[in-house]
């Protein structure tokens, strides 16, 4: 089964402690809504965010490979009466979407791209689909978190339908990791379905970020480390980029 395609029926679980609504507030402060201001969520998984933008008052499309998520995000919409497009698309590979004024890549999605070529192109795409003036927002893991955090595995997590345990292992490419994930997850009858997924994850120093975003063309960029709380200057885990076209 493609990745995420089980893994997308227990992901908002979770994600419950990820803080959405400070990362609306984060761009709507930036990018204050206004009448036909188009957002694309990229990566946008079940789709909370994109159903938080849309409630606030953005043309939201959201976009995102893996469809047994965007199914999920559809019902997430119907359900909140929100009038969303979703789109199955790569997020190195966008086409078809042009003259957005928001571009949001949340919760280090873009850690999952593979090589800095796919960063890059990544980047170049969404500069092109910004209308003049359009903004992107995005977070990625630190080096710290990486090198630091992840390594120090296995992590476990239980409540009363969903328990895994997580083994992280370092990758062969610097600031890299392999996530393999046993999940043991209760049907409607009391027993547990075990499967596995594996990921990869893969982040760069700050700079490599912010110095790509101005070679591609973007006119501004600001970094913040405190969108979700402070962070101590020597442990920070995410940073959150803006960068205006």
Known sequence: MAM?????????????????????????????????????????????L?????????????????????????NRSIEHGTDISFVCQSMSEIEGIDEVNVAVIAIDSINYLETFEEVEETFERIFTALASGGQLFFDVHSLYKMDEIYPNGPFTFE???????????????????????????????GYYERFEESHYQR??????????????????????????????????ERYFIQATK
């Open 50 to 74: 994109s159903v938080l933008f849309a409630k606030a008052g953005y043309d939201v499309i959201g976009l995102d490979l893996s469809e047994s998520m965007l199914t999920i995000a559809q």
């Open 159 to 189: 409540d009363e339908q969903v328990a895994y345990i997580w083994h992280t292992e370092k990758g062969e490419e610097a600031h890299s990791i392999y996530h393999d994930i046993t999940f043991f997850v209760q049907d409607e009858t």
């Open 203 to 236: 982040t760069y120093p700050l700079e490599s970020y912010t110095d790509l975003l101005k070679q591609v063309g973007f006119a501004s960029v600001t970094v913040s480390s405190a969108v979700f709380s402070k962070q101590d200057d020597e442990e920070i």
């Open 4 to 48: 995420y395609d089980r893994f997308a029926f227990i992901y908002d679980s979770l994600m419950s402690d990820i803080p959405y609504d400070k990362y609306a507030e984060w761009v709507q402060a930036s990018a204050p809504i206004a009448a036909g201001k188009r957002l694309v969520d990229i990566g946008c998984g079940t789709g909370v």
